[in-house]
């Protein structure tokens, strides 16, 4: 619980990212229950990140969360929560859920849940080039609004008509919920397959011919993508992930000549590679 007055600041990056997880989780944080192989995480293993005061998150993942109908991953009681180049995942109920106060989020992605945002609206819930992906709804509350955003796999989209969506793509595959959305075709929302490298697996960059290249509307997105690349074009791509053309030249001048490997390594031991 963050109470009113209290600030929660977990600063990660793309290398290091900070996860929220539950105890089970042994790939995060190692045995921390201690009972080797006999357990494994599970959605709501755990409860939610209450929020009264501020939050502040960049490379944050939040997984297994949310375990009664009434929570979200994360929980707006008042304050105000930032989620930048994050991700919220494997809920039983809710992403996020902000009863009052504000959530903003950039380059983010919120998955495998039953509910990407849930009721109630607070002061306002805004989500500039994310992805909602394997919800069973993606947006179910009023007072939110979504901008060039990826909508992808959710039998639901948006069920309160007072939430909007400016520039974003929506797509079910065949067999997965509805197969065309009332709001495609107006304030640059498209139905289009994303073309992702590998949702299954996370990947949410995009093939160069993805319908998100140059679809998104440059004034409301981030200067730079999660993995850190800028914005570039006339217009933004819609989702996480922005394309580079081959025009684009990089900061850093570095090329690799050799990778030293040592010889071997136990199981459960390091692995050096130079």
């Known amino acids: 619980t963050v109470n009113s007055g ?8 793309r290398a290091l990212p ?11 944080g190692g045995d921390t229950n201690g009972d080797g192989d006999k357990s ?14 501020t939050v502040k998150m960049n490379h944050c993942r939040i997984w297994y969360a949310s375990d ?5 991953a994360i ?34 992605v919120f ?25 069973s709804s993606a947006c179910r509350a009023s007072n939110k609004h979504f901008y060039n955003t990826v909508f992808y796999r959710c039998p639901t989209f948006l069920e309160s008509t007072s939430s909007s969506c400016n520039n974003c793509l929506f797509f079910n595959p065949a ?19 994303p073309l992702f490298i590998d949702a299954d697996k996370g990947d949410f960059r995009v093939a160069d011919n993805s319908p998100c290249l140059d679809a998104g509307n440059t004034t409301f997105a981030p200067d ?18 922005e394309i580079m053309p081959r025009y684009v030249s990089s900061d850093v001048d570095l090329a690799v000549r050799d990778v030293l490997v040592s010889d071997g390594v136990e199981v459960g031991g390091k692995l050096s590679v130079r």
């Open 224 to 241: 730079r993508d999660y993995y850190g690349q800028p914005r570039v074009g006339e217009s933004s791509d819609i989702g996480i992930y």
């Open 75 to 108: 929980q707006g009681t008042g304050g105000t929560v930032r989620f930048d180049n994050g991700e919220i995942a494997h809920m039983v109920y809710e992403c996020v859920r902000m009863n009052s106060g504000s959530f903003v989020s950039y380059n983010s």
């Open 40 to 53: 494994y995480p599970y959605a709501g293993d755990w409860s939610r990140i209450e929020c009264s005061g």
């Open 6 to 13: 209290a600030t929660l600041d977990a600063q990660g990056t």
């Open 68 to 72: 009664t109908s009434d929570y979200g």
């Open 175 to 193: 067999g997965c919920g509805v197969q065309e959305f009332s709001k495609c075709g107006n304030d640059g929302n498209v139905w289009a397959d």
């Open 111 to 135: 998955r495998d849940s039953s509910m990407g945002f849930g009721y109630y609206g607070g002061s306002g819930t805004y989500v500039y080039n994310g992805v909602v992906e394997g919800c």
């Open 18 to 28: 900070i996860t929220f997880t539950s105890a089970k989780d042994d790939a995060w």
